[in-house]
């Protein structure tokens, strides 16, 4: 009697690979998700040490351990949409509020050119 092996092919609605969220129509919108979770999750320690610790010392945690997730897909956030690019964007002006201890209310353009860093 023979074997007859049988592929069970089941319609998944994103992979990891390499780190990458791929989702079955390209959008992006998980791996923005997954990545927007990430940096929001290291906002908070960040927040908390910033009374205790010089600006300085504050942009180099920074870029430490936030940055690289804004930098690691340069080339993808180009081809956005529109909310999953503001969405990143809006994380990015989080932290830079912290880093500068600027209340929510505040310019986050006059800080990021204070700064001298651009936008996403």
Wanted: aromatic share 12%; glycine share 4%.
């Amino acid at each position: 009697m023979g074997y007859r092996a049988t592929l069970n092919f089941r319609k998944l609605p994103h992979t990891k690979s390499l780190g990458v969220y791929i989702d079955q129509n390209l959008s992006w919108s998980k791996h923005v998700n997954e990545t927007a979770e990430i940096i929001s999750s290291g906002i908070g320690p960040l927040k908390r040490l910033r009374p205790f610790i010089y600006k300085d010392t504050t942009i180099l945690l920074y870029r430490a351990l936030i940055e690289l997730y804004f930098d690691s897909f340069c080339p993808v956030w180009d081809g956005l949409i529109n909310e999953l690019a503001n969405k990143l964007q809006n994380i990015q002006n989080r932290v830079i509020r912290v880093i500068t201890k600027s209340d929510y209310y505040s310019s986050a353009t006059a800080i990021r050119s204070k700064l001298g860093w651009n936008n996403l």
